[in-house]
């Protein structure tokens, strides 16, 4: 069966990487959950996608220049008064559900890795028992290389963004993932086909695919027999799968 995440909370049914989309998604019965995580200055770890904070946040700058007290005094965008959560709370809010989490470890507003950023969040996800129930993501293969070598994880994938796949092409992308020990990439949906997905899945790579969100994409991945995708409308991912799935 075809997993389904819901991407930063169902950022298409609730504000994205909010309390209220998490709050939203624990109440689904999807598999995983997908979030992005930043550093703060004073070595917390936040949870939001951009590197900076002008998108979602009636502040403005990059995450990692706000001590959290600072970004605790945000507002998220699309709520009356959210706050931007920590990873503990994340992790907290969703261990007593069966929902296991998604994390993608982000990068700063020079593209390059946040020093340490990954080796913290598998220290907080270990003192919560909950590495086990995560799979760690990045569009940056180095990263999620640290993370096979890390360990005891529920999985690890690579983000092959377009314009990667573009320049190397899936022979590329198989050579980058052994360079990296990966065993699984996640492609945009709309880049897939079954060439692609037949290329990858004969060099003994697991498949996914993110940004699945129109019936037309949710049924192809489904068709596809994806390991998992990502969906920023989770609700209909669940009613296509089930249809599809009548004895689950
Ligand atoms: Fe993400």
Redesign the pocket.
């Known amino acids: 069966m075809t997993l389904i995440a819901s ?2 909370g169902g950022s298409l049914e609730a504000p994205e990487n909010s309390p209220t989309s998490f709050r939203h998604t624990a109440g689904l019965a999807v598999e995983q959950v ?3 995580i930043h550093p703060t200055a004073d070595g917390q770890i936040v949870v939001i ?1 951009d590197a900076t904070l002008d998108r979602t946040t009636d502040g403005g700058g990059p995450v990692a220049a706000h001590t959290l007290a600072e970004l605790r005094r945000l507002t998220l965008k699309g709520t009356t008064a959210d706050r931007i959560m920590t990873l503990p709370e994340v992790i907290e809010l969703f261990r007593p559900t069966g929902i296991g989490l ?1 994390m ?1 470890v ?1 990068y700063g507003t020079d593209h390059r890795p946040y020093p340490g950023l990954l080796a913290h969040a598998l220290r907080l996800l270990d003192a919560a028992g909950m590495r086990h129930r995560t799979v760690i ?1 990045s569009f940056q293969a180095p990263v999620v290389g640290e993370a096979v070598q890390a360990g005891s994880l529920a999985g690890t994938i690579w ?1 092959v963004a377009p314009a990667v796949l573009d320049d190397i092409g899936p022979a590329g992308v198989v050579a980058v993932a052994e360079a990296h020990a990966i065993p699984h990439v996640g492609i945009r949906a709309n880049r897939l086909d079954d060439a692609i997905a037949a290329h990858l899945r004969a060099a003994g790579l697991g498949l996914g695919a ?1 940004a699945v969100n129109d019936e037309d994409a949710i049924r192809h991945m489904l068709a596809l027999g994806v390991e998992v995708f ?1 969906t920023d409308i989770p609700t209909r991912a669940l009613a296509l799968r089930a249809a599809q799935e009548p004895s689950r």
Do not use: A, C, P
């Open positions: 991407h930063r997908e979030f992005d996608h998604r993608e982000k993501t983000l993110w990502t």
